[in-house]
């Protein structure tokens, strides 16, 4: 018969006897002998499998990624025509040395910087065409030194030129920038003649 745990502690009639000595002790190790603790490594078979699974993928995609050439689509190269059909990688100022790769960097990031900015009407269109043609063919020059550069070696005059062409086109941005502000300027024509309002 079932009894309430609280009536027996009510009415006292659970005693306050001991346990024999060791008794403790004995439940223990009878504990252990029934059910052995095991220790478990922090490593199991499915994460020494994962690993090997991601270090494989990593593996992959960096080979695939180093094998893969690059592609740099600039305006410059797209519109030329290529009678040769050899690959050719021609170098870069960055390929000299790290100097010439921050002054090379640091005008191709202000010729973007400056396209970027710019923005033509339809009034403006021609002028912008002009410039843009300019830049076509200092893309050209640019690409012809950069492959007198890869087959004769780095010349000071190359490297200069280089430079020289990169700056030209900077400058070139800025005047056309320039010109349409002037042209959007908020002076307006009357018969040919500009008046300020």
Do not use: C
């Amino acid at each position: 018969m079932a009894q309430d745990i609280r009536e027996l502690f009510k009415n006292d009639k659970i005693t306050g006897d001991k346990m024999p000595g060791k008794h403790q002790d004995r439940f223990l190790e009878k504990l252990d002998v029934a059910l052995p603790e095991t220790k478990q490594s922090n490593f199991s078979w499915w994460q020494i499998a994962a690993s090997i699974v991601v270090l494989l993928g990593f593996s992959f995609g960096a080979f695939k990624y180093f094998q893969s050439p690059v592609i740099v689509d600039t305006p410059e190269i797209a519109n030329t025509k290529i009678a040769n059909t050899k690959n050719v990688v021609t170098k870069t100022l960055g390929d000299i040395s790290p100097g010439l790769k921050k002054v090379e960097d640091y005008y191709l990031a202000s010729i973007n910087l400056e396209l970027s900015k710019m923005t033509y009407t339809p009034d403006t269109k021609e002028l912008f065409d002009d410039y843009l043609n300019q830049m076509n063919t200092l893309g050209k020059e640019y690409q012809k030194l950069s492959l007198e550069l890869t087959e004769s070696g780095p010349s000071e005059l190359t490297v200069n030129a280089l430079i020289d062409n990169l700056k030209l086109r900077l400058n070139l941005l800025s005047r056309l920038r320039l010109q349409l502000q002037e042209f959007n300027s908020p002076d307006t024509e009357v018969s040919g003649v500009k008046q300020s309002i």
